[in-house]
């Protein structure tokens, strides 16, 4: 579904809803519109009930889902405001909640019609046809206080195409917009002047993390992915615990910078103590794509591109097995302002919750952070490497301020190939060309890439011995702004790379020669176009076989006198050959030569 920024909209927009506030908004304004007003409920019970029930591979629960059956048809009422704009309106109340959030199971919105949700202190919307989705339902934002009021406007002549129907009304019991977690934990915020300059490093990761509600009453973090195509589709990873099935991923919503506003010190009372974050940046409605049980992985698609305003970044990753030398984890604990958090060891393989490594292990194993930690809430967050790509995401464990217990991370090397179908792996998706590669670093939201963006390659890999330079074809997309500069990075230091032109026009193509290296084995090389605006990346993977050993004749001696003339020759060779050429000759110089055979 479409995502609101709530400045970032029109200014007719802006105005019109600056005046809704001034007259709608005041006491008397609530009062004049119809109600319906839901028994109340007893939140101290409620939260006892759902502490009682916080344990692993459980999400974390902040509100309780009130079913009602409300239309446009059966509740509030219509009136007119001018000639051409009829409005609908309905007050929403569930009594004592400390937010609200709203499910419509059905939302069919005309090309005139407008949509907003209105409480005492602010308004959220428009939102427009732009909204509907093929599965028709819609998941609005969190909205404090314990009332909403509904407001529809549109065209007359559209009234009747109108499809509006509210199914859940979800009741807050644990104030989430005063939500707190343990002192211990570092605001991701804090830099150089609060005395982490650590955290300056992960700028970029940092915004690719988001927190998620699922159906109006559960809470997990999770963060966006690149993908080979580095398009920026937003594909988006959490836990699979999260309870996110195919019926539930409409309702999923996510929050992008949700974050405190200044640098609050680990282990102080401000730490401990709610921050002033705000969820105004969200996206709404998605899609599931994957999920791998033995690895607590779910992959989404969001239902329309990540909203501007986020900034978003997609996280680079890797699927191989390199042992990580450190970790980051960047999550919401306790569904709090976004936190950052260090182990400056490198995590250990090994099966779910076991304290044993294993190589054939499931996930990460982190013994204890060094800065911060993960609490309820963090649930799905990324565990990065220390080349800022994600490996796993959050599963789960015991570690809490106070001690030093563990984290279980999913390992993202084996959510790769998962159970070998496009409904249970992560390759389909991060690699949908199956071009084979397992590494891939972050893309920033405003480089994302278009075909006409693109380097490209004519093949994805290469075999030599490379006795003599080797070419690659590459072509640059039409769409640069300026002369295109070409760089070639991930080759050992021995190898030379060299380009045709260097830099090109868009739409050229050039040729990239790799000459003689004394290297062997596999080996991937990124070409990299920059324009001093946009960029493109494309890899190539290499494989280089050694040549063969030298050739040692043993008998009969080279340039032996009085020879048989049946000889049986023997020779010794490196074991890579796989065909020899024979050549007999009379003279040093093998200008006469009497045979040449080929043998295996």
């Known amino acids: 579904m479409k995502i609101y920024y709530f400045i970032l909209i029109t200014l007719f927009v802006i105005s019109n809803v600056t005046a809704q506030k001034q007259h709608r908004l005041t006491d008397e304004g609530f009062q004049e519109v119809p109600i319906v007003t839901l028994p109340p409920l007893d939140n101290n019970k409620l939260l006892t009930e759902e502490l009682s029930k916080r344990v692993?591979?459980?999400?974390?629960?902040?509100?309780?889902?009130?079913?009602?059956?409300?239309?446009?048809?059966?509740?509030?009422?219509?009136?007119?405001?001018?000639?051409?704009?009829?409005?609908?309106?309905?007050?929403?109340?569930s009594p004592q909640a400390f937010s609200l959030n709203l499910g419509f199971s059905i939302y069919e919105m005309p090309p005139s019609g407008q949509l907003f949700l209105h409480t005492p202190n602010e308004t959220s919307g428009p939102f427009s046809p732009n909204d509907n989705e093929s599965h028709e339902q819609f998941w609005s934002p969190i909205l404090p206080g314990d009332e909403v009021l509904?407001?529809?406007?549109?065209?007359?002549?559209?009234?009747?195409?109108?499809?509006?129907?509210?199914?859940?009304?979800?009741?807050?019991?644990?104030?989430?917009?005063?939500?707190?977690?343990?002192?211990?934990?570092?605001?991701v915020i804090c830099g150089a002047s609060d005395n982490w300059n650590q955290v300056d490093n992960y700028r970029d990761i940092i915004r690719s993390v988001g927190l998620i509600t699922i159906n109006g009453t559960?809470?997990?973090?999770?963060?966006?992915?690149?993908?080979?195509?580095?398009?920026?589709?937003?594909?988006?990873?959490?836990?699979?615990?999260?309870?996110?099935?195919?019926?539930?991923?409409?309702?999923?919503?996510?929050?992008?910078?949700?974050?405190?506003?200044?640098?609050?010190?680990?282990?102080?009372?401000?730490?401990?103590?709610?921050?002033?974050?705000?969820?105004?940046?969200?996206?709404?409605?998605?899609?599931?794509?994957?999920?791998?049980?033995?690895?607590?992985?779910?992959?989404?698609?969001?239902?329309?591109?990540?909203?501007?305003?986020?900034?978003?970044?997609?996280?680079?990753?890797?699927?191989?097995?390199?042992?990580?030398?450190?970790?980051?984890?960047?999550?919401?604990?306790a569904a709090e302002e976004k936190r950052i958090s260090f182990e400056n060891q490198g995590p250990l393989i090994s099966a779910a919750f076991d304290n044993n490594p294993t190589p054939e292990g499931t996930h990460l194993l982190v013994l204890d952070w060094d800065t911060g930690t993960t609490e309820q809430g963090s649930s799905g967050c990324p565990l990065f490497d220390q080349n800022k790509r994600a490996i796993g995401?959050?599963?789960?464990?015991?570690?809490?301020?106070?001690?030093?217990?563990?984290?279980?991370?999913?390992?993202?090397?084996?959510?790769?190939?998962?159970?070998?179908?496009?409904?249970?792996?992560?390759?389909?998706?991060?690699?949908?060309?199956?071009?084979?590669?397992?590494?891939?670093?972050?893309?920033?939201?405003?480089?994302?890439?278009?075909?006409?963006?693109?380097?490209?390659?004519?093949?994805?890999?290469?075999?030599?011995?490379?006795?003599?330079?080797?070419?690659?074809?590459?072509?640059i997309g039409t769409a640069f702004s300026n002369d295109v500069t070409l760089s070639a990075t991930g080759n050992p230091s021995s190898t030379t790379i060299s380009f045709s032109q260097n830099p090109v026009s868009p739409g050229a193509n050039v040729l990239a020669t790799i000459d003689h290296v004394d290297f062997t084995g596999n080996y991937t090389l990124y070409f990299l176009a920059d324009d001093?605006?946009?960029?493109?990346?494309?890899?190539?993977?290499?494989?280089?076989?050694?040549?063969?050993?030298a050739i040692n004749l043993s008998a009969p001696t080279n340039q032996n006198d009085d020879v048989s003339i049946t000889p049986s020759f023997n020779w010794t060779s490196g074991e890579f050959a796989d065909v020899y050429v024979f050549i007999l000759a009379t003279d040093p110089s093998f200008s006469n030569i009497i045979t040449d055979e080929t043998l295996t």
């Open 532 to 549: 001093g605006i946009n960029q493109s990346e494309t890899l190539v993977d290499i494989q280089v076989t050694d040549l063969p050993g």
């Open 218 to 333: 559960g809470l997990c973090t999770g963060f966006l992915v690149n993908n080979h195509g580095q398009d920026c589709r937003p594909y988006f990873m959490t836990a699979d615990h999260c309870e996110i099935g195919i019926l539930d991923a409409p309702s999923v919503v996510v929050y992008w910078n949700y974050e405190n506003s200044f640098c609050r010190q680990p282990g102080s009372e401000e730490s401990g103590n709610p921050g002033d974050g705000m969820f105004t940046i969200f996206n709404s409605g998605a899609i599931l794509r994957a999920n791998y049980q033995p690895t607590d992985m779910t992959l989404l698609e969001l239902d329309d591109p990540v909203i501007a305003a986020a900034n978003a970044f997609f996280a680079g990753w890797d699927a191989t097995n390199q042992a990580p030398q450190s970790a980051i984890a960047i999550h919401h604990p």
């Open 56 to 93: 692993i591979n459980r999400p974390p629960h902040f509100a309780v889902s009130r079913n009602t059956s409300i239309s446009t048809v059966t509740h509030g009422q219509w009136d007119s405001l001018t000639a051409n704009l009829m409005r609908w309106q309905l007050r929403i109340k």
């Open 393 to 475: 995401q959050l599963h789960g464990g015991n570690a809490a301020c106070g001690n030093d217990e563990p984290d279980w991370f999913g390992r993202l090397s084996v959510s790769w190939t998962g159970n070998n179908t496009p409904e249970s792996r992560l390759s389909d998706w991060l690699d949908p060309e199956n071009t084979g590669i397992l590494i891939l670093d972050g893309r920033e939201q405003g480089l994302c890439l278009s075909s006409d963006f693109a380097i490209s390659t004519a093949q994805d890999s290469y075999e030599n011995c490379f006795t003599a330079p080797t070419n690659i074809a590459l072509t």
């Open 150 to 187: 509904i407001e529809v406007r549109i065209a007359p002549e559209e009234k009747n195409l109108l499809r509006l129907k509210l199914d859940f009304i979800n009741h807050d019991f644990t104030n989430i917009l005063n939500a707190n977690s343990g002192d211990c934990n570092l605001d």
